[in-house]
Every structure is written in structure tokens, then in C-alpha cells.
């Protein structure tokens, strides 16, 4: 994933692969908590409406006769299918973002669009950046999205193709999308209609950041960029621009836990290697002092020669 710092994200996890996670637990859930206070605070509205005939966008409404089932029936999905522990510091934002995508999950109005996922994959992605097994991190993300009773492979396979057309764009085609056709285009139109229309279109944080990842992609570093591609998709400037300071100063607090987290692990492990040093020598020296050549062996065990 080509690097958010672009665009004022801290990259998370860079090089702390962690492998053991058991001892630090409480370390890491202060700072998970921490996060999550920010996430109530700043309170996702993830619910997306419209009504669309792009064939293009997957149409995942709840109908008015889907029973809707509560929040914990999600999560225990959720947990269901995942059932290897999860570290604390991203399970705690984990546990809350599928709090918050059910209540937009099962609005009656809700529609999922390839720009909403884009933005969700890319959060998703930063949070998890770091996480010591890559077999895990998918399986997660797939637990995740099957647990909102959506499709894990549609999310991806929107994503990248979002991606691979942003990376071709340039700032004046990004913003001049109304003027062409295409399957990327059709659904930029879609979304721009529904929204100009005040009715059928409900923004969210996560559209904000599917956006933002499509002009680091097509490499539009001028800010007004982001002011005219709102403008053609009749989005709220304003909006944007807050909901991205939210996510960046979430994911500055998640790159300073997993700092302290990762300190909190090398010391533990350095404390270990001391341990182990000091355990050998004593041994050495009990050998020593039998006369045998008993590195390894307990001295209730040695035969003591006279």
C-alpha cells in the first residue's frame, strides 16, 4: 500500500513486528482506551443512502422486512469466526468500528458504494499495519466484514479497483470525471447525483478517506484538488476536512501506543536474556564445584564423587 504520510497519516507499525503479546496486555489496553474515548467522542456516521443504477454499485440495503439483528449478535459473529486472541490495542478500535458500521450497516436507507470501501479498506489496513501475522490480518478483516453480513472479497476487489484507476488519473482527469465514461466514472457520477439530490446520499468518515486515497493515488498534491473533486461530487468541503483531522490524530495516538508497546516488549524480552545469562552461569558454577561436566542437569541428580 503506497504510504499515507502523504497525506498527514502517521504509518503505523512500520517495523514493530511483535511476537508476543501476552505480557503487555495492560499497557496496551490503556492506550486502546484512550483511542476509543476518541472514537465516541467524535461519533462515525457511517450510513449511506441512495438509490443507484449503476450496475456497478452493489446494492446492500436492508429491506423493510430483514429482521435486524442487535449490535452484540454482530460482534459475537464477529468473535465466532475469529477466535485466536486478539491484541489488545487493536481489538479495543476493532470492537467499536463494528459497533459503529452496524448502526450504518442496518440503516433502512443503506447503500455500499466502492468509494465507502476504498476508505474502509484503507483504515483498516493502517490500523492493522504491524500486526505480526499477515495470515491473521485477512482472516480478521474477513471475520469483520462477514460479521456485518456483507461480502470481505467485494470490499477488496472495489478497493483495488478504485486504486489501480486513481494511480492513472491525473488531477485535472480525477476532478474532470463527469466528462467521460467508464465503469470508475459511472459510479463517481452515481454518488454525485444521489448527493446533489440531498436525498439519496449519506456521507460518511469512511467515504472521506476513500477521497483522500484517491488523490494521494493520483499523486494530486495541490490542496485545491480535494476542493474541486468535492465540489464535482457535490460533497461538503467542510465535512471532509474535519473527518480527516479526526482520523489523523486517531491514528498519531495508535502509532504512540504501539511505540510504547513495542519499548514495553524489548525491555521484557532484554530482562529475559538476563535471566537466562545469570540461569546459566549458577548452573556453570554448580558444575564447577562437582567436578562434572553437568551443564543442564539439576545437582539433586549428579553423582557427587568423594
Not at 472514537?39 to 438509490?51: G, K, P, Q, V
Not at 485545491?224 to 480527516?244: E, M
Request: charged share 25%; hydrophobic share 35%; with cysteine.
Amino acid at each position: 500500500m503506497a504510504a499515507i504520510a502523504s497525506l498527514s497519516f502517521p504509518a503505523l507499525g512500520q517495523s514493530d513486528k511483535i511476537s508476543n503479546f501476552a505480557p503487555c496486555r495492560p499497557l496496551a489496553s490503556v492506550s486502546a482506551s484512550a483511542i476509543c474515548r476518541r472514537f465516541s467522542r467524535h461519533s462515525l456516521s457511517f450510513s449511506r443512502a441512495s438509490t443507484s443504477s449503476s450496475r456497478s454499485i452493489i446494492h446492500c440495503m436492508s429491506s423493510v422486512t430483514e429482521d435486524v439483528p442487535p449490535v452484540s449478535e454482530t460482534k459475537s459473529n464477529f468473535l465466532k469466526a475469529y477466535k485466536r486472541p486478539i491484541p489488545s490495542i487493536y481489538n479495543t478500535v476493532l470492537q467499536e468500528l463494528i459497533v459503529q458500521q452496524h448502526l450504518m450497516r442496518y440503516k433502512r436507507t443503506y447503500r455500499y458504494d466502492p468509494v465507502f470501501a476504498l476508505g474502509f479498506v484503507t483504515v483498516y489496513d493502517q490500523l492493522m499495519d504491524g500486526y505480526p501475522s499477515d495470515q491473521d490480518r485477512d482472516a480478521i478483516f474477513k471475520a469483520y466484514v462477514e460479521a456485518l453480513n456483507e461480502d470481505p472479497k467485494q470490499y477488496r476487489i472495489d478497493a483495488q479497483k478504485m486504486e489501480e484507476w486513481a494511480r492513472s488519473q491525473t488531477s485535472a482527469s480525477l476532478v474532470d470525471f463527469s466528462s467521460r465514461d467508464g465503469e470508475v466514472e459511472a459510479i463517481l457520477k452515481d454518488i454525485a447525483a444521489r448527493a446533489g439530490s440531498k436525498e439519496g446520499f449519506s456521507y460518511s468518515r469512511f467515504f472521506a478517506v476513500g477521497l483522500f486515497r484517491l488523490l494521494e493515488l493520483a499523486s494530486a498534491t495541490d490542496p485545491t484538488v480535494l476542493d474541486k473533486l468535492c465540489a464535482s461530487l457535490n460533497i461538503n468541503k467542510k465535512s471532509v476536512d474535519r473527518d480527516l483531522d479526526v482520523y489523523r490524530n486517531l491514528l498519531s495516538k495508535l502509532v504512540q501506543a504501539k511505540e510504547l508497546l513495542k519499548e514495553y516488549v524489548e525491555r521484557e524480552k532484554k530482562k529475559q536474556g538476563e535471566r537466562a545469562a545469570e540461569s546459566q552461569k549458577a548452573n556453570e558454577t554448580i558444575s564447577k564445584c562437582l567436578g562434572v561436566d553437568t551443564l543442564y542437569y539439576p545437582s539433586f541428580l549428579v553423582e557427587r564423587k568423594y
